[in-house]
C-alpha cells in the first residue's frame, strides 16, 4: 500500500507579471521548518505516473501497428518518450530520499511537510502550463526571494522538481490520450463486425474485447472518431451515421458540436504536451551552474568582496567558500546569508585596518 503523499497544483495560466506577484504572495505566506517529511518524498509518484506513460507509449504503438489513428498529442509522446525516459532516470539517481528530507520544508497548511523547492517548482510550472523559458525562470525565482531566500542547495536542486512536474503534467495527458485511444480501439471493433462485417476469424479488433468492457460509456472522442470512420464508406455507413446523430440527439447533443469540441480538446492537448517537452528540453540544455550564480543571495554577497579576489576565482575554489558558508550555517543553525554578509564585514573592516597600518608606516618613515 503506498504510503506518500501526491503534491498536485492545480493553476489557471498567468502572466510574467501576475506569476511574479503571486510568487511574492507564497513566499509570504510559507512558513519553514529545518526538515521536509518523508512521506512526501515524491520519487515513488515520479515513477507511477512514468510506468503509466510507459503503458500509454505501448499502447500507442500498437495502435500504429493496427492502422488506429494515434491521438495529436500521442505523436509528440512517440518521437519524444526517450527524453522523458532520460529525465526520470537522473532525477532518480540524484534525489536519493536522505537527500530530500534534509531540504527546507513547510511546516503549516494544506502542503505542509513538502519541500520547499519541491512545492515552488511545482507552482511555476502549474502557472505557466509546462510552457517556459529559462530566463523566465531565473526572474520567477528571484521574485520569491524578493519575500524569502532560498539557501543554496534549494536552489542547485530545483531542476529536478521542475522536471518531476513537467513528468506529472505529461502524465495528465496521457490519461486523456489512453481513453481516446481505447475509444478508437472500441469504434473499429464495432466497424469491423457491423459494417464490414467480418466473420469472426478475420476481427483485428476481437482479443481486445475485454479490454473494452471497462471503457462502456462513449465519450466525445467515441462519437467523432464513429462520425469520420462512418463518412469513409460513403453510402455504406450513411445509414450508421443516422443512427449515431440520431442517438446523440436523444442527449441533447448536436453531432457537429461534439466534433467541434473534441478537435479543440485534441488541439489543447497537443499544445500541452508540447509545451511539457519542450520545456524538459529546456531544462536539459540550460547551463545551470550559471543560472545558480546569477540567483544565489551568497553569491550575491561575496561578489561584494573589497578586495576583488573572488569574482577572479575559477569554479571550484568559489564552491569551496560557498560549500564553508553552507557548513558553518548548518552548525550554527544561522541562515547561509546571515554568515555571508558576516564574512563580508569582517573582509571590509580587515581591508580597512590594513589601509590604516599602512598609512600609518608610511606616515612614520
Same mark, same amino acid.
Given at each position: 500500500?503506498?504510503?506518500t503523499?501526491?503534491?498536485?497544483?492545480r493553476?489557471v495560466?498567468l502572466?510574467?507579471?501576475?506569476l511574479?506577484s503571486?510568487?511574492?504572495?507564497?513566499?509570504?505566506?510559507?512558513t519553514?521548518?529545518?526538515?521536509?517529511?518523508?512521506n512526501?518524498?515524491p520519487?515513488?509518484?515520479?515513477?507511477?505516473?512514468?510506468?503509466?506513460?510507459?503503458?500509454?507509449?505501448?499502447?500507442l504503438n500498437d495502435?500504429?501497428?493496427l492502422g488506429?489513428?494515434v491521438h495529436?498529442?500521442?505523436?509528440w509522446l512517440l518521437?519524444n518518450?526517450?527524453?522523458i525516459?532520460e529525465t526520470?532516470?537522473e532525477?532518480?539517481?540524484?534525489l536519493? #530520499? %536522505? @537527500? *530530500?528530507?534534509n531540504?527546507?520544508g513547510i511546516?503549516t497548511?494544506?502542503?505542509?511537510?513538502y519541500?520547499r523547492?519541491?512545492? +515552488?517548482?511545482s507552482?511555476?510550472?502549474a502557472?505557466?502550463?509546462?510552457?517556459?523559458k529559462?530566463?523566465?525562470l531565473?526572474?520567477?525565482?528571484?521574485s520569491?526571494q524578493?519575500k524569502?531566500?532560498l539557501?543554496m542547495?534549494?536552489?542547485w536542486d530545483?531542476?529536478?522538481f521542475f522536471k518531476i512536474a513537467l513528468?506529472?503534467?505529461i502524465?495528465?495527458v496521457?490519461?486523456?490520450?489512453?481513453?481516446s485511444q481505447?475509444q478508437k480501439?472500441?469504434?473499429?471493433s464495432?466497424?469491423?463486425?457491423l459494417v464490414?462485417?467480418?466473420?469472426?476469424?478475420e476481427?483485428?479488433f476481437?482479443?481486445?474485447?475485454?479490454?473494452l468492457?471497462s471503457y462502456g460509456?462513449?465519450s466525445?472522442?467515441?462519437i467523432?472518431?464513429?462520425?469520420y470512420? #462512418? %463518412? @469513409? *464508406?460513403?453510402k455504406?455507413?450513411i445509414?450508421?451515421?443516422n443512427i449515431l446523430?440520431?442517438e446523440?440527439?436523444k442527449?441533447g +447533443?448536436?453531432?457537429?458540436?461534439?466534433?467541434?469540441?473534441?478537435?479543440?480538446?485534441?488541439a489543447?492537448?497537443?499544445?500541452?504536451m508540447?509545451?511539457?517537452?519542450?520545456?524538459m528540453?529546456?531544462?536539459?540544455r540550460m547551463?545551470f551552474?550559471e543560472?545558480?550564480?546569477?540567483i544565489?543571495?551568497v553569491?550575491?554577497?561575496?561578489?561584494?568582496?573589497?578586495?576583488?579576489i573572488?569574482?577572479?576565482?575559477?569554479?571550484k575554489t568559489?564552491e569551496y567558500?560557498?560549500n564553508?558558508?553552507?557548513e558553518?550555517?548548518?552548525?550554527?543553525?544561522?541562515s547561509e546569508i546571515?554568515?555571508a554578509?558576516?564574512?563580508l564585514?569582517?573582509?571590509?573592516l580587515?581591508?580597512q585596518?590594513?589601509?590604516?597600518?599602512s598609512?600609518w608606516i608610511l606616515s612614520?618613515?
Amino acid at each position: 500500500m503506498k504510503n506518500t503523499k501526491d503534491l498536485n497544483i492545480r493553476g489557471v495560466l498567468l502572466n510574467k507579471e501576475q506569476l511574479k506577484s503571486h510568487l511574492e504572495n507564497i513566499a509570504i505566506d510559507h512558513t519553514l521548518k529545518e526538515k521536509s517529511d518523508k512521506n512526501t518524498y515524491p520519487i515513488p509518484r515520479l515513477l507511477e505516473n512514468f510506468a503509466y506513460i510507459t503503458k500509454t507509449y505501448d499502447m500507442l504503438n500498437d495502435h500504429l501497428r493496427l492502422g488506429i489513428n494515434v491521438h495529436q498529442a500521442g505523436e509528440w509522446l512517440l518521437d519524444n518518450y526517450y527524453v522523458i525516459e532520460e529525465t526520470v532516470k537522473e532525477v532518480r539517481k540524484n534525489l536519493p #530520499l %536522505k @537527500k *530530500y528530507v534534509n531540504f527546507i520544508g513547510i511546516s503549516t497548511g494544506k502542503y505542509k511537510g513538502y519541500a520547499r523547492n519541491y512545492l +515552488l517548482a511545482s507552482e511555476i510550472v502549474a502557472y505557466t502550463e509546462g510552457n517556459f523559458k529559462v530566463k523566465d525562470l531565473e526572474e520567477y525565482l528571484e521574485s520569491y526571494q524578493n519575500k524569502k531566500t532560498l539557501n543554496m542547495d534549494e536552489i542547485w536542486d530545483i531542476n529536478l522538481f521542475f522536471k518531476i512536474a513537467l513528468i506529472e503534467r505529461i502524465r495528465e495527458v496521457c490519461a486523456k490520450i489512453y481513453v481516446s485511444q481505447m475509444q478508437k480501439l472500441k469504434v473499429e471493433s464495432i466497424i469491423e463486425r457491423l459494417v464490414e462485417n467480418k466473420p469472426k476469424e478475420e476481427r483485428k479488433f476481437i482479443s481486445q474485447a475485454k479490454i473494452l468492457q471497462s471503457y462502456g460509456e462513449n465519450s466525445y472522442a467515441f462519437i467523432e472518431y464513429m462520425s469520420y470512420k #462512418l %463518412k @469513409k *464508406y460513403g453510402k455504406k455507413g450513411i445509414a450508421y451515421l443516422n443512427i449515431l446523430e440520431e442517438e446523440i440527439s436523444k442527449q441533447g +447533443l448536436n453531432l457537429q458540436e461534439v466534433i467541434k469540441k473534441e478537435h479543440f480538446d485534441i488541439a489543447l492537448k497537443k499544445v500541452e504536451m508540447g509545451n511539457s517537452i519542450r520545456s524538459m528540453y529546456a531544462l536539459q540544455r540550460m547551463n545551470f551552474t550559471e543560472v545558480f550564480e546569477r540567483i544565489n543571495g551568497v553569491e550575491e554577497i561575496l561578489r561584494k568582496d573589497p578586495s576583488k579576489i573572488y569574482e577572479k576565482m575559477d569554479y571550484k575554489t568559489k564552491e569551496y567558500y560557498r560549500n564553508r558558508v553552507k557548513e558553518i550555517a548548518e552548525k550554527t543553525k544561522i541562515s547561509e546569508i546571515y554568515i555571508a554578509k558576516k564574512a563580508l564585514e569582517l573582509a571590509i573592516l580587515r581591508k580597512q585596518e590594513y589601509k590604516r597600518k599602512s598609512y600609518w608606516i608610511l606616515s612614520n618613515r
